[in-house]
């Protein structure tokens, strides 16, 4: 407090005193920042903006586009393809070389295209200040650009416009403030120009505007107290900043993986050249050679192009489910998700007011419903009660004419102009079977008392034709209950009023997440067309409450038991309040007993105990972005992969935080959306859950791909070790070895990115954030495999060798037999949970039935055709010889399906499940 009033000291933009405004008195707060009412003069706004700075949030550092594209090669994996591609044109393999290096370059273009950058999301935070401010300078208002705003100045604010800075409020007449995008509450804040608590959440500063926000009715004057990257959504920037990016678990495993296999493929290629040197007697360049064919054999060149395919195939499917992809990884990021963290309002709840229960002496009447469509049926206990609904008309009457809102239908669905709760009550009158139209011509009004902040009530005089007039008041319950001697009771008879009745029925109400209005009527004392608070002094009776809750979405309570069952937690973080929060959980049936925070509670948490509390609440109310942020961080540190979902700029630094953030497209915030991976076209959860699911298949066909890929590749590679380690003629040469990839790679190295859901991928818990990228068996696999086509490879060479076959008639059958094992073992790879030996595993899909097409016209065109012969010395193989490559393929293929028998009976195929 005293540094407040030492402005030569503590300025208004330092951190000492930037979070007490809402708790000074407004004379003291002008005094403090060195101004008056009549605002600041010319010059002073002129040194304070030298001093303070622009109103605008400072530019982010931006690296240029080179070192962005550069950096998508910064990949252990990708530094090995390259020395490949060098070794590989060093020793004549051009086209080897130029196919890898056409492979990495694809694979960083795309890398470069879809990265998302955090630039975006500041620029879209910026774009959300004002243009424009209406401010006092010299005692005279003028209009000048919002970026001039210094701390001090005096500003108005009213209707439609946004704030241009942190404000604290001098002066408020019927201010009402939308900040649902700083707090997620769905209904405008109610403004007043009276201190608050030190400690009053961002939502209950009644008494201050905040830079950025709308505002929806009235009309406001405060005193500028921060400006630029100090104010709320410039402290929401600030935190975007300094979030640090995570990778995502598929790349994390991928940069490991590639890091070990670099090392691994070095350590070999130079044992074997030392060996054949060295022991076999190799001359120089044979010995060199053969490393060469050993480079190309294990280099996977396809395989980032193939995950990368997969990863943009899963980015297609996810569109179609309305969910926009805008960082390739998230893909798979998705199915790795082990948590949801989800906003309130417009994600879980539909961000429209319902009006859900009519409270009246006699009746509860419960509403159905949702939003603002005017269709429902007013029931009582379930059941039609004709005589409970005609009782409670009054009420609702009184609830359409003392209104200001126009409800109206907009591409088939229905929106608000004016006051949401308002609206809600269009609606409530709708159902009751009221006309709008008609009701309002019948009792025209002829004055008002408009709602305000200080009285809380909203007050309106109407008259008939006929001469009968009447008096509607409708406020805040315990306002009105305070202006009230009787109360409406059966038949509309009045009674004395039940003070500790209707205080139950408001208890009630709260206690179910619902905000209440009350109603009250009476006849005027006196024929007038005017009204005044004279009028509201005596004889007003009490007729009832209405109750409203932001609905939750109907299909979304479906979507979070399809969570549940996939072992999926969903935790709910809002800035409602926590009865309100409870209410929705429940509805939602987010867990069978949701555990409820507030922010005031994380405060009070200290670092030692956080963890544990974010790990055990389901749900959090009244959060800060603060909140937010550490949330997320905090259950990433117990290892869990985070969705986070929002659609406010206050949602911003833990979209980008999470694992994988996802921004609602039709009702989000640009800022939010810039600030995620994903974006949902039609703000709906269950969009997610599908997203979920087309995550877990993706990260499935990419351990199909890297099942595929590596064993085959590894059975080229050990065939070559065993002739360098026995000293016999190559069964291939480097071209040919180099023809196998080329030919497989672009067929069916890519087939596997389009494979269907497995069945039962959404009954599979979520897998552990650090499981590897191969499991056991994945692992086992890889030597089994690679084991079976090393011995099917010698075997056809000597089996060839010794019919008296020539040499590159042998090499051709070897080269035959691998692709015939590489078609088969495709097969039986694409179910890895389930037997391939199946009618729909045998008809394979199209893709795969193409990319067999297109292997078998190249296989038989590098057998038969000459110009392919003297490409890669190969000769025609005869019937009986491709019958015998033919069948082996058979036999490995059962082979296969009895090891996955066996394996599944034993147990091992468990570390396949995520």
């Not at 402005?7 to 809402?22: C, F, L, R």
């Not at 940069?255 to 070990?260: A, Q, T």
């Not at 296999?261 to 120089?284: C, G, H, K, Q």
Request: with cysteine.
């Amino acid at each position: 407090m005293t540094e407040l009033l030492q402005a030569d000291i503590k300025g208004p933009n330092d951190q000492a005193s930037d979070e007490m405004w809402h708790a000074i008195d407004a004379d003291r707060v002008l005094t403090g920042l060195a101004t008056s009412r009549g605002g600041l003069s010319t010059e002073e706004a002129k040194r304070r903006l030298q001093s303070y700075g622009p109103n605008a949030l400072p530019e982010p550092p931006r690296r240029s586009a080179i070192l962005r594209f550069l950096s998508q090669f910064n990949n252990t994996l990708i530094y090995f393809l390259l020395a490949a591609a060098v070794a590989a044109a060093f020793l004549g393999h051009q086209i080897d070389a130029a196919v890898i290096v056409a492979v990495v370059t694809i694979n960083a273009i795309v890398g470069y295209i879809q990265e998302d950058k955090a630039e975006k999301a500041l620029a879209a935070i910026k774009k959300m200040i004002s243009p424009r401010a209406h401010a006092w300078r010299d005692g005279h208002r003028v209009v000048l650009p919002a970026e001039e705003l210094v701390p001090g100045d005096v500003v108005m604010i009213e209707a439609g416009d946004r704030v241009p800075a942190d404000l604290r409020l001098t002066r408020a007449r019927g201010l009402l403030i939308d900040e649902a995008m700083l707090t997620g509450e769905s209904v405008a804040s109610e403004k007043h120009d009276q201190p608050a608590a030190v400690d009053v959440p961002l939502g209950d500063r009644l008494c201050m505007g905040f830079s950025g926000t709308l505002v929806s009715a009235g009309q406001g004057f405060g005193v500028v107290v921060a400006t630029g990257a100090r104010t709320e959504i410039g402290r929401i920037s600030t935190m975007i900043q300094g979030v640090e990016q995570l990778a995502t678990p598929l790349l994390a495993q991928i940069n490991k993986f590639g890091e070990r296999f670099t090392w691994v493929a070095i350590s070999a290629a130079a044992a074997i050249f030392a060996f054949a040197t060295l022991v076999r007697d190799y001359a120089w360049a044979d010995a060199l050679i053969a490393v060469v064919a050993l480079a190309v054999g294990v280099v996977p060149e396809g395989l980032p192009a193939v995950i990368t395919i997969t990863l943009a195939i899963g980015v297609q499917r996810m569109a179609k489910r309305n969910a926009i992809i805008r960082r390739l990884p998230a893909v798979e990021t998705l199915g790795a998700t082990s948590v949801i963290c989800s906003d309130k309002t417009g994600t879980l709840t539909r961000n429209e007011m319902t009006a859900r229960r009519i409270v009246t002496a006699d009746h509860t009447i419960l509403v159905s419903g949702s939003g603002y469509v005017p269709k429902g049926d007013l029931t009582v206990d379930g059941k039609d009660n004709p005589e409970a609904v005609s009782s409670a008309m009054q009420l609702v009457r009184s609830a359409l004419l003392c209104n200001d809102a126009q409800l109206r239908p907009v591409d088939g669905h229905y929106v608000v102009d004016g006051d949401p709760m308002e609206g809600a009550l269009v609606a409530l009158a709708i159902k009751a079977g009221l006309d709008p139209d008609t009701e309002r011509a019948a009792w025209k009004r002829s004055d008002e008392i408009p709602f305000d902040a200080q009285h809380r009530f909203m007050a309106t005089r109407h008259a008939t034709d006929s001469g009968a007039q009447v008096i509607f008041v409708k406020g805040a319950p315990e306002r009105l209950l305070a202006m009230c001697a009787t109360q409406v009771g059966p038949g509309g008879a009045l009674h004395p009023i039940d003070q500790e009745f209707w205080t139950a029925q408001i208890a009630r109400a709260a206690a179910e997440g619902e905000r209440v209005l009350g109603f009250a009527l009476r006849s005027p004392a006196r024929p007038s067309d005017q009204l005044g608070f004279a009028d509201l002094d005596e004889g007003l009776a009490f007729m009832g409450l209405v109750g409203f809750i932001d609905p939750p979405r109907d299909e979304v309570i479906q979507a979070i038991a399809e969570c549940r069952s996939a072992g999926i937690v969903v935790k709910m973080i809002t800035g409602d309040h926590a009865a309100t929060a409870e209410a929705i959980a429940r509805q939602l049936n987010l867990t069978d007993h949701p555990d409820v925070v507030t922010g005031a509670d994380l405060d009070r948490t200290p670092d030692s105990g956080f963890v544990e509390l974010a790990r055990r609440t389901d749900v959090f109310a009244r959060t800060n972005p603060e909140h937010k942020l550490r949330i997320v961080q905090a259950l990433q540190s117990t290892g869990a992969v985070v969705a986070m979902t929002g659609d406010g700029v206050n949602d911003a630094p833990a979209l980008k935080q999470a694992d994988v953030g996802i921004s609602m497209g039709h009702k989000g915030t640009e800022t939010a959306k810039e600030a995620s991976q994903v974006v949902l076209l039609d703000d709906n959860f269950v969009s997610i859950v599908a997203a979920v699911q087309e995550g877990r298949t993706v990260y499935d066909n990419i351990r199909k791909v890297i099942a595929w890929t590596i064993p085959t590749n590894g059975g080229e590679v050990l065939t070559v070790i065993v002739a360098i380690l026995f000293g016999f003629t190559m069964p291939m040469t480097p071209v040919q070895i180099l023809w196998i990839n080329l030919i497989l790679t672009v067929t069916l190295g890519l087939v596997l990115a389009f494979e269907p859901p497995e069945p039962g991928v959404m009954k599979r818990p979520p897998r552990p954030a650090h499981a590897p990228l191969l499991s056991r068996f994945l692992v086992w696999r890889i030597f089994f495999v690679s084991f079976l086509f090393t011995v099917g490879a010698l075997a056809i060479f000597f089996f060839a060798l010794g019919k008296g076959l020539s040499l590159d008639t042998a090499r051709t059958m070897v080269v035959n037999v691998l692709v015939v094992f590489e078609i088969f073992y495709l097969f039986n790879v694409r179910y890895l949970h389930t037997s391939s030996i199946s009618l729909r595993g045998a008809l394979g899909t199209m893709p795969v039935l193409a990319a067999l097409v297109v292997v078998i016209a190249a296989q038989l065109a590098f057998t038969y055709a000459p110009f392919m012969h003297s490409l890669f010395a190969t000769t025609p193989i005869s019937l009986v010889d491709g019958a015998v490559v033919i069948g082996a393929g058979v036999v490995l293929m059962i082979v296969l399906e009895l090891e996955k028998l066996v394996m599944r009976k034993i147990g091992a195929l468990r570390s396949l499940e995520p």
